[in-house]
């Protein structure tokens, strides 16, 4: 619905730069995914244009299986211009980045222009405490390219760290018995305790010698 205070916009070339719109703009032909606007590029209007939209400063040690995902929006028009989105990262910040993967406007099989998720497995940056993701738009003059629900996402990863038994425990009078445990998160990000998950405890009998 806004941008982020962490995100940063850059005109490489020409005079079209990834740009907030909101959903009541007139000139929009396909509502956000989520919220009240989105990134566009109006690549249609600004032909050898190039901008670049930063995510500055993305700290994923210590993180399970981070994952990056973003809805680009697709159409059927102008199927010869290759209007295109490069997702890159930066591990120098900033000063030189590698491409995880491209996106192109043009699909066929999109005959009104809608929503695709994309998604990227970050593990391989879960070392990197200033990671940079750039989404950098080419225009060969060809419908907007449009991005929205942009969202890095990691596992949260908990243990149990201690049993703590108040009674005794023996067959066959098991019931109404306390067993309380303390968990541990072992990732830096926070976790919801508060979340209906279930622990399940298997008792085994072993007799005496």
Known sequence: SEIPQEFALDSIQGNIYWEHVASNDPSLTLAPVYGNGMMRFASSRGRASLSRMVIKQVDLQGSSKPKLSFWYAHDNTNPNARDYMEVLASTDGGRTYSRLMTVYRYDASYS???????????????????????????????????????????????????????????ACDLDNRSISLVLNNSTMYDVNYDRSDSIHLYVELVKPD
Do not use: M
């Open 112 to 170: 009104t222009p809608g929503w695709k998720l994309y998604q990227y497995d970050l593990s391989k940056f879960i070392n990197e405490t200033c990671l940079h993701i750039a989404f950098e738009a080419a225009s060969y003059g060809g419908a907007d390219q449009s991005v929205d629900r942009i969202q890095i996402q990691v596992e949260q990863d908990v243990e149990i760290q201690q049993f703590i038994v108040s009674d005794t425990l023996s």
